[in-house]
């Protein structure tokens, strides 16, 4: 099984090599692997009727649409020396499970299951496939979030969770001992720095919201938000991305702290995945878990992209500047906090939490509140105070 090259070209605005091929289905279904539905966690499986009956054309010989692929950024370096010997890059390109689908999943679910169900497909029916060599984390997160935006109706959750299925390898390499798990990967979270893919998305989208609020109630007020997002140059996506990482790398820091600090009463770190179970997991099982959960994280990274918004760049340098200092100033406290401590005020974060009256308010919206804005007071005071005052003064 093999695939042809038709030609190469290069995307302009990203510079980035494309390469055209032709193959047949059977050689398409080797490249994809057998694991192409994990690039697209929230894409599911379409049950159309059209669908039904696209199925029956494929099997019946149809010309299918072209379908582009992105080559893993891992990949990328050592392909592209290899475009100018035809041979070299079919070789390259062949290879299992070397691509992300970034169009096509519907059809290559009905491929995939037609082939499974024994249908044999001939060498002759082809398919056409576009073959994306980007390994530069910024071109990637323009291309994703901001270029689709303006192809398909995409959501920027979507969109997020595309950027980080395909960059999660080269995330996880920029920051030492970092896990981003999938619900696929079948695990637990059950050491530090290991966070849900999902958890992960949100706090990117609220970091490039500035928002700890992902949905609004407010359909007006939730496209006036996404849109502000996207109206970005790729110099400012970029930036915002490695603002993302590095504190990301600060708050993956702090969890190994959370983690040493509140296993204070026997536990250990085999526990259940507490994510989705916030309220019912025991007491030292929440707190040591306390960071992965995706309120404290989406709060968090909200809160950092509130606290250093500014029109002018030099109040923005300031502001970062504090919010270096307060965390610093946190981690410090932390890893002189002794085991069985209470450094983050957990105590008087749960009280002031379970404080508010389901009744009345929405609690998930309330924690969210009190975290932003208890974040944002510790930031302001460069950490000079105790997360105890931050926590009350955010409740006022």
């Known amino acids: 099984m093999t695939l042809t090259v038709l030609g190469t070209t290069r995307d302009l605005r990203s510079n980035t ?37 696209l199925s029956q054309d494929i099997k019946n010989g149809a010309l299918l649409p072209s379908i582009t692929l992105a080559v893993k950024p891992e990949y990328v ?26 169009d096509g999943l519907q059809r290559t679910y009905i ?10 497909f001939t060498e002759e029916q082809k398919i056409l496939v576009e073959f994306w060599l980007e390994d530069d984390i910024r071109k990637l997160i323009y291309r994703i979030i901001v270029l689709n935006a303006g192809q398909k109706p995409m959501s920027i959750r979507h969109q997020v969770e595309l950027l980080f299925m395909s960059l999660k390898a080269s995330i996880e390499g920029q920051i030492e001992n970092l896990q981003i798990y999938t619900e696929r990967d079948t695990t637990r979270r059950r050491r530090s720095r290991k966070f849900p893919l999902n958890v992960v998305v949100s706090a990117y989208q609220a970091h490039i919201t500035a928002s700890s609020e992902l949905q609004k109630d407010n359909i007006i007020a939730n496209k006036m938000q996404i849109e502000a997002a996207l109206d970005s140059s790729e110099q400012e996506i970029s930036d915002q991305f490695q603002l993302f990482i590095k504190y990301l790398r600060l708050y993956s820091d702090i969890d190994d702290e959370v983690f040493r600090i509140y296993q204070s009463d026997g536990a250990d770190s085999d526990l259940p995945d507490p994510i989705e179970n916030y309220d019912i997991i025991s007491k030292t099982s929440r707190n040591i878990h306390w960071l992965a959960t995706e309120n404290v994280f989406v709060s968090f990274f909200a809160a950092v992209a509130q606290f250093t918004s500014s029109e002018l760049p030099e109040n923005v340098r300031l502001k970062m500047e504090r919010l270096d200092r307060a965390l610093e100033t946190l981690l410090k406290k932390m890893r002189e906090a002794e085991v069985g401590s209470d450094p983050l005020d957990l105590e008087t974060f749960d009280r002031l939490r379970m404080g508010n009256n389901p009744r009345k308010v929405n609690v998930g919206a309330a924690t969210r509140k009190l ?10 005071d460069e950490g000079d105070s105790a997360l105890n005052r931050a926590w009350q003064l955010a409740s006022e």
């Open 17 to 53: 090599p494309v390469v055209y091929c032709q193959m047949s289905i059977p050689t398409y279904l080797n490249v994809v692997g057998e694991d192409f539905g994990n690039f697209t966690i929230q894409r599911r499986r379409e049950s159309h009727k059209a669908y039904q009956r």
């Open 371 to 380: 975290l932003v804005n208890g974040f944002k007071e510790y930031f302001r």
């Open 111 to 120: 491929m995939y299951d037609l082939a499974q169900a024994g249908h044999s």
């Open 77 to 102: 370096r050592d392909i592209i020396p290899q475009l100018s010997d035809v041979n070299a890059t079919c070789s390259a390109l062949s290879r299992s499970g070397r691509v992300d689908i970034l």
